[in-house]
């Protein structure tokens, strides 16, 4: 019997990959015309489990490691760590980040400048987090969607399908906030992607800023993905000129080059997210449900789809 996945973001492409390895026969069902469609496109793509156990449940690291490895089989994965610093005047929130987190070193200005040079004497202290790593996002999507089909799986965008319409199939729900899970709200995330020839980073680094705090995640040829990930909203529309001034803003504060950066892109999304922002995995009355990645799809995605997975074929109950 074929088992059929509602959704084409990151959350369904892995758990269609995760079937299709174990020889299932997959139908992924998109609503949208392309891969584009979810928010996984507009993602950052870092893989970094102790920065993230900053402001949510320890409990994610240990899975957020194991996406680590997933990732490395599927496509291209950068294992260069995570950066985080802050201005002078925020270095109490520098030292507070590092209380919370584990698995990371303090820098002075001449251990940063070692690691990234165009940050050289613009910061006197960093944290590296060594063991973190990142991924181009979209690249990724598509590596995914094309491992399921070359594995015999089938991909149909456009596809309006519900899972009523899909009466007595076995169906995975990884629509989003349209999955069928209860309490799933919308957390909106913001982005602009850029290009500026005059700076060069190896790895993503995180601004602490008690207003604008982002993330710069570097991409092929000097190009820069600049995310912000909190904005706890039900607004689906394009980015407001305020959010893309203060976007842009932090990120002329990391380094002063960015002014002269070209804007390639500006996007928003609305991400799933439960009141723990922890993922479910769930029996419905249609099948399973895969949901509530908050902001962690790509980072929690491969663990979860695992759970996903066997739940669907009837391995195992969910923990």
């Known amino acids: 019997m074929t088992i059929h996945i509602l959704g084409a973001g990151v959350a369904g492409l892995t758990t269609g990959l995760r079937l299709a390895e174990a020889g299932e026969s997959v139908v992924v069902h998109e609503r949208g015309p392309d891969l584009a469609s979810s928010a996984s496109w507009l993602a950052g793509g870092m893989l970094a489990p102790f920065c993230e156990a900053s402001v949510a449940d320890p409990s994610i690291v240990a899975p957020g490691l194991e996406g680590i490895a997933f990732w490395s089989r599927v496509t291209e994965v950068e294992r260069h760590g995570t ?5 002078g005047r925020d270095a109490g929130d520098l030292r507070q980040f590092a209380a919370r987190t584990r698995s990371n070193r303090m820098l002075d200005a001449e251990g940063l400048a ?3 040079p165009d940050l050289g004497g613009r910061f006197a202290k960093a944290l590296f987090f060594e063991s973190e790593a990142h991924l181009d996002p979209r690249r990724t999507l598509a590596a995914l969607a094309g491992r399921i089909e070359a594995l015999g799986g089938t991909i149909r965008f456009s596809d309006p ?3 009523l319409g899909l009466r007595g199939e076995r169906v995975v729900d990884c629509r989003g906030l349209a999955a069928d899970l209860p309490r799933l709200r919308s957390v909106r995330g913001e982005m602009a992607i850029v290009r500026c020839p005059d700076v060069s980073l190896r790895r993503p680094v995180r601004l ?3 207003r604008w705090p982002i993330y710069v995640v570097p991409r092929a040829d000097h190009v820069f993905m600049i995310g912000a990930t909190m904005v706890e909203s039900e607004a689906a529309g394009p980015v407001t000129l305020r959010s893309a001034v203060e976007l842009l803003t932090a990120a002329f504060a990391l380094h002063p080059a960015f002014a002269e950066a070209e804007i390639l892109e500006i996007g928003s999304g609305r991400r799933p997210a439960l009141p723990d922002n ?3 995995v769930a029996r419905t009355d249609r099948g399973v449900a895969f949901s509530g990645l908050y902001r962690h ?3 929690l995605s491969p663990a979860f789809s695992k759970i ?3 739940l669907a074929v009837g391995a195992k109950e969910p923990a």
């Open 161 to 163: 399908r519900e899972p």
């Open 114 to 116: 070692a690691l990234e």
């Open 278 to 280: 922890l993922p479910s």
């Open 297 to 299: 799809g790509f980072l």
């Open 208 to 210: 602490l800023h008690p």
């Open 308 to 310: 996903a997975a066997d």
């Open 83 to 87: 950066l985080v610093v802050a201005a």
